[in-house]
T-cell receptor
């Protein structure tokens, strides 16, 4: 596609339910990042993929959070047993160059609201 | 460990005035530094980046940033603010050998008519 696509754009769920957030990176981009943006906060790093492997998942807040990437393309972020503090905008970004010229291309995000 | 600090969560300037958004980093060696901008209802986009080629970096829309190793700073400036500059600005850092890009907490820039 022309840009990074995230779905759904909005998700409202009840506390305790599981949710899946999807990210479709730009074709050919090998690096994929997940960030979380809470109200009044900056971007919180969650996990980074290079191809299908995740060299750095240090930002995942708890074991309720997991992510995978298949075929070096689409990635899914899963949150199990959602809590109200999980409410945030989840952003996905991809890039083709991890060197000094790396430029992240961001999706529009998924607004997650946990009631 | 690397981190980035943005001083001032909200900055307000008059149209035509100087814009100065502050960013300080902590890193054992000079890192890669970035400024990203998020316009209202739009996704984040790269404004400019420092890659050690030159300490003064020019970006889009008249913005520039200067890398000062002695001050561990990478402040963003624009000589004359325009109404269209109203947005959220994020400073980001990555060590050359690290995997992730760390973002600051952001500074919301407002422009007064």
């Amino acid at each position: 596609g022309a840009g990074v696509s995230q779905s759904p754009s909005n998700k409202v769920t009840e506390k305790g339910k599981d949710v899946e957030l999807r990210c479709d990176p730009i074709s050919g981009h090998t690096a994929l990042y997940w960030y979380r943006q809470s109200l009044g906060q900056g971007l919180e790093f969650l996990i980074y993929f290079q191809g299908n492997s995740a060299p750095d998942k240090s930002g995942l807040p708890s074991d309720r959070f997991s992510a995978e990437r298949t075929g070096g393309s689409v990635s899914t972020l899963t949150i199990q047993r959602t809590q109200q503090e999980d409410s945030a905008v989840y952003l996905c970004a991809s890039s083709s160059d991890r060197g000094p010229n790396e430029k992240l291309f961001f999706g529009s995000g998924t607004q997650l609201s946990v009631l | 460990a690397q981190s980035v600090t943005q001083l001032g969560s909200h900055v307000s300037v008059s149209e035509g005035a100087l814009v100065l958004l502050r960013c300080n980093y902590s890193s054992s060696v000079p890192p890669y530094l970035f400024w990203y901008v998020q316009y209202p209802n739009q996704g984040l986009q790269l404004l400019l980046k420092y890659t050690s080629a030159a300490t003064l970096v020019k970006g889009i829309n008249g913005f520039e940033a200067e890398f000062k190793k002695s001050e561990t700073s990478f402040h963003l400036t624009k000589p004359s603010a325009h109404m269209s500059d109203a947005a959220e600005y994020f400073c980001a850092v990555r060590h050359s050998s690290a995997s992730k890009i760390i973002f600051g907490s952001g500074t919301r820039l407002s422009i007064r008519p």
